[in-house]
Nanobody, 123 residues
Framework: VQLVESGGGLVQTGGSLRLSCEVS????????IGWFRQAPGKEREGISV????????AYADSVKGRFTISSNHAKDTVYLQMNRLKPDDTGVYYC?????????????????WGQGTQVTVSS
C-alpha cells in the first residue's frame, strides 16, 4: 500500500496550491482519504476528509471556504485545492487512508499514511 503526496511548495499569502495524494495497493472505494498537516512544534491536525465511495466530505473550521477536497476514481487520487493561503497554513501535509470510512478528522482513525509534502506560506 502506498500513499504519495505531491504539489507542496512555497507560496505567498493569498496564493493557491493543489496537493495530490496518489493511492495504490488498496481498493480506493473502500476508504476515506484525509488530509492532515503538522506545523513545527504542533500536533498533527485533520484538515479535510472525503469518502471515496460516497463523495461526502468534511473540513476543519480553519479551512472551510478556502480548501476543497476532491477525488478522481480513474486515477485513484485525492486532491486538496488550497486557496487564500495564510502563514498559519504552513506545515507538512500528509494524506492518509481510513478503512472505516467515517469522515472523521482525528489522525488516530487513519492507519495508512503518506510521507508528506511541505507547504510554506510566506507573509
Amino acid at each position: 500500500v502506498q500513499l504519495v503526496e505531491s504539489g507542496g511548495g512555497l507560496v505567498q499569502t493569498g496564493g493557491s496550491l493543489r496537493l495530490s495524494c496518489e493511492v495504490s495497493g488498496l481498493t480506493f472505494d473502500d476508504y476515506a482519504i484525509g488530509w492532515f498537516r503538522q506545523a513545527p512544534g504542533k500536533e498533527r491536525e485533520g484538515i479535510s476528509v472525503i469518502s471515496s465511495s460516497t463523495g461526502s466530505s468534511a473540513y476543519a473550521d480553519s479551512v472551510k471556504g478556502r480548501f476543497t477536497i476532491s477525488s478522481n476514481h480513474a486515477k485513484d487520487t485525492v486532491y486538496l485545492q488550497m486557496n487564500r493561503l495564510k502563514p498559519d497554513d504552513t506545515g507538512v501535509y500528509y494524506c492518509a487512508a481510513d478503512y472505516a470510512d467515517l469522515l472523521l478528522l482525528a489522525p488516530t482513525e487513519f492507519g495508512l499514511w503518506g510521507q508528506g509534502t511541505q507547504v510554506t506560506v510566506s507573509s
